[in-house]
DNA sequence: ATTGTTTCTGAAAGTTTTTGATGGTATTTT
DNA sequence: AAAATACCATCAAAAACTTTCAGAAACAAT
C-alpha cells in the first residue's frame, strides 16, 4: 500500500483528530509507513502546529485549551510579572474588555479580587473570573475555537457593538513598525471591534514578539495607547514605540 | 492497554476533575499503570497546579469546576441514565440549544463523541464541549450568574433571536398542572426566548420536582413536546402530562 | 531513454526517557 | 510501641527517541 506523502499526511491528521490520541504503532498500522516515516511525518505536523507530539504518538492540538502544556516563548515568572503590571493599572470600579490569549488570561488572573466590570469572549478567563464576588462578569459569545477557546464571529462582533468600556486588554501575535498582527482573520475581525468599545487599548506582549508580522493584520500603532513588554526589548525598539506616541512600560524580570 | 504518557496523565486528570478526589490504587486500576507511575504522574500534574496531591491520592484543585455546586435531589447515577435516554434522542448532525443546569450538564457530559451542533448559554457546558472536535459550539453571552454559571440578560435574550435550532433541551425548577417554573426572573426571561429558537422542547427534570412551584413562571405546559424522567414519577402524574398531548419517556433506575 | 540531482524512505546504532520493582524512611492508625 | 499504610530514592530493563547512512523514488535536463 503505497501512498502520496501529502496523502499519508492528510491520513494521520484525520486520524489524530478524530481520536484525540494515537500511538506511533497504531498509525504505522493504519498508514502503512516504517517508523522513521511516521516519526518525520508527526515532526512536520507538530511544526506547523497542526498536531501535538507526544512520546509514543501524538495528540490533537485542539485540546491544549487547557494549562496543560503552554509552550509560549515567556516563562511563566516573566509572564506572570507582566501581568502584575497590568493588573495594577486598572483602578476599582473600573470597566475593563478582555481579549483572549495566554498572556491576558494571567492578567485576569492577578485581577481577582478587585472589584471590576470585566467583559470578555474567552472561556478560560470567564471560567475563572465567574466565582469572583466583586466581578461582574460579561461574556461576549459567538463560535467557540476549540484552539483558544475565545467566542468569535458575527455574533461576536454584534454583541460588542452594545459594549463600552474604559479599556481593553489585549495580546498580538507579532508588531512591526506598520502595526499590529495576530494569526487569525476572524480574531482579527471581532478585535478591531473591541478597539471601538474601549476608551483606552493596552497591548501585553512578549518581547519576541517585535520584529515578527503574522498571518492577519490587525491594527496600525497609532491605535494603540500604551504596551506592557519584558525587559528582552532592545533599545531599538523601545525607540520607535516611543517615537509612535505610545505609551511604554517596560517591565523587570 | 498500554497507554501514551499524555494520554494518560489527561485521562488521571479527567478522572480527578470528575470524581474531586482518587485514590491511588483506584487510578493504578482505571489507567492500568504501576504505583511508582502514578506516584510520578501525580507529581507532576500538582507541579503544574492542575491537581493538588495528597496522602493515599490526589484532589481536583480547579478553579471553578467544582464551585458549581450540584443541589439536585437526583443521585448522580439516576440522573446519568436519565440524561444518557435523552442523549439517544439527539441525531448526529442536529443542532441542538442547551440550558444550563446540573441535569442539562450531565447531558451535555452524554453528548461528547457525537457530531452536532450545539448552541448554550451555560459555561459549564462549554467548557465541557469546546475540545470536542466534532462539536461545533456557539456561545450566547450575556451576565454571566456566579451560582450558576449561565449567561442571562438583555445580550443573552438579543442573541438568542438569531438562532434557530431543532431541539432544546432544558431542566425546570418545578411542574405544576399550570405549566413549568424556575428559580428566577433573568433566567425565565432568556429561557422564553430560547423556546423561539426551537422546534422542538425537551424538558430533563427529576420527579421531585412534580406538584411544585417556584418563584418564577415560565410557560404553560403545552409548550413542551416531550418530558424526560426518572421512574420515581407517579401514576397520576403520568396522566396529567399525557392528557396535556406530551410525549414522557420514564427512565427506569 | 539516460544521467545527475534532489527528496524521501527504511534500517541500524547509539542516546535519552520512562517504567516497574525493591528496599528503606516517614506518617498514620491501632 | 507495633503494625499498617503511604511515600521516596535508586536502579536495571524496556520503550521511545535521534542521528546517520545507503538505497529507492521522483524530478529535471540533456
Same mark, same amino acid.
Given at each position: 500500500m503505497s501512498m502520496l506523502l501529502d496523502e499519508r499526511r492528510e491520513s494521520i491528521l484525520k486520524i489524530v483528530e478524530n481520536k484525540g490520541f494515537v500511538s506511533l504503532v497504531d498509525l504505522m498500522d493504519s498508514v502503512g509507513a516504517s517508523e522513521s516515516t511516521i516519526r518525520r511525518d508527526l515532526e512536520y505536523l507538530d511544526g506547523i502546529g497542526q498536531i501535538r507530539r507526544t512520546r509514543g504518538g501524538a495528540a490533537y492540538s485542539g485540546e491544549s485549551l487547557s494549562t496543560f502544556e503552554d509552550r509560549s516563548f515567556m516563562s511563566s515568572r516573566q509572564k506572570r510579572q507582566v501581568a502584575q503590571a497590568v493588573a495594577n493599572m486598572i483602578s476599582p470600579g473600573e470597566a475593563v474588555l478582555m481579549d483572549g490569549g495566554t498572556t491576558t488570561l494571567e492578567v485576569a488572573r492577578q485581577l481577582a479580587g478587585k472589584q471590576l466590570q470585566v467583559v470578555t469572549n474567552s472561556l478560560p478567563i470567564a471560567n475563572l473570573l465567574?466565582? *469572583?464576588? *466583586?466581578i461582574d462578569l460579561m461574556l461576549i459569545g459567538g463560535f467557540l475555537f476549540p484552539k483558544t477557546g475565545v467566542a468569535l464571529g458575527k455574533t461576536a462582533v454584534e454583541s460588542l457593538k452594545s459594549v463600552h468600556v474604559r479599556r481593553l486588554i489585549i495580546s498580538v501575535g507579532g508588531i512591526t513598525e506598520d502595526g499590529l498582527y495576530n494569526s487569525n482573520m476572524l480574531l482579527v475581525e471581532t478585535e478591531q471591534q473591541m478597539f471601538e468599545a474601549a476608551e483606552e487599548v493596552i497591548v501585553v506582549t512578549d518581547?519576541?514578539?517585535?520584529?515578527h508580522s503574522a498571518l492577519a493584520y490587525l491594527c496600525p500603532l497609532d491605535t494603540v495607547d500604551h504596551i506592557v513588554v519584558d525587559d528582552g526589548i532592545t533599545e531599538e525598539w523601545k525607540d520607535v514605540i516611543r517615537k509612535a506616541g505610545i505609551e511604554l512600560t517596560v517591565v523587570e524580570t
Amino acid at each position: 500500500m503505497s501512498m502520496l506523502l501529502d496523502e499519508r499526511r492528510e491520513s494521520i491528521l484525520k486520524i489524530v483528530e478524530n481520536k484525540g490520541f494515537v500511538s506511533l504503532v497504531d498509525l504505522m498500522d493504519s498508514v502503512g509507513a516504517s517508523e522513521s516515516t511516521i516519526r518525520r511525518d508527526l515532526e512536520y505536523l507538530d511544526g506547523i502546529g497542526q498536531i501535538r507530539r507526544t512520546r509514543g504518538g501524538a495528540a490533537y492540538s485542539g485540546e491544549s485549551l487547557s494549562t496543560f502544556e503552554d509552550r509560549s516563548f515567556m516563562s511563566s515568572r516573566q509572564k506572570r510579572q507582566v501581568a502584575q503590571a497590568v493588573a495594577n493599572m486598572i483602578s476599582p470600579g473600573e470597566a475593563v474588555l478582555m481579549d483572549g490569549g495566554t498572556t491576558t488570561l494571567e492578567v485576569a488572573r492577578q485581577l481577582a479580587g478587585k472589584q471590576l466590570q470585566v467583559v470578555t469572549n474567552s472561556l478560560p478567563i470567564a471560567n475563572l473570573l465567574v466565582n *469572583q464576588p *466583586q466581578i461582574d462578569l460579561m461574556l461576549i459569545g459567538g463560535f467557540l475555537f476549540p484552539k483558544t477557546g475565545v467566542a468569535l464571529g458575527k455574533t461576536a462582533v454584534e454583541s460588542l457593538k452594545s459594549v463600552h468600556v474604559r479599556r481593553l486588554i489585549i495580546s498580538v501575535g507579532g508588531i512591526t513598525e506598520d502595526g499590529l498582527y495576530n494569526s487569525n482573520m476572524l480574531l482579527v475581525e471581532t478585535e478591531q471591534q473591541m478597539f471601538e468599545a474601549a476608551e483606552e487599548v493596552i497591548v501585553v506582549t512578549d518581547s519576541t514578539k517585535f520584529g515578527h508580522s503574522a498571518l492577519a493584520y490587525l491594527c496600525p500603532l497609532d491605535t494603540v495607547d500604551h504596551i506592557v513588554v519584558d525587559d528582552g526589548i532592545t533599545e531599538e525598539w523601545k525607540d520607535v514605540i516611543r517615537k509612535a506616541g505610545i505609551e511604554l512600560t517596560v517591565v523587570e524580570t
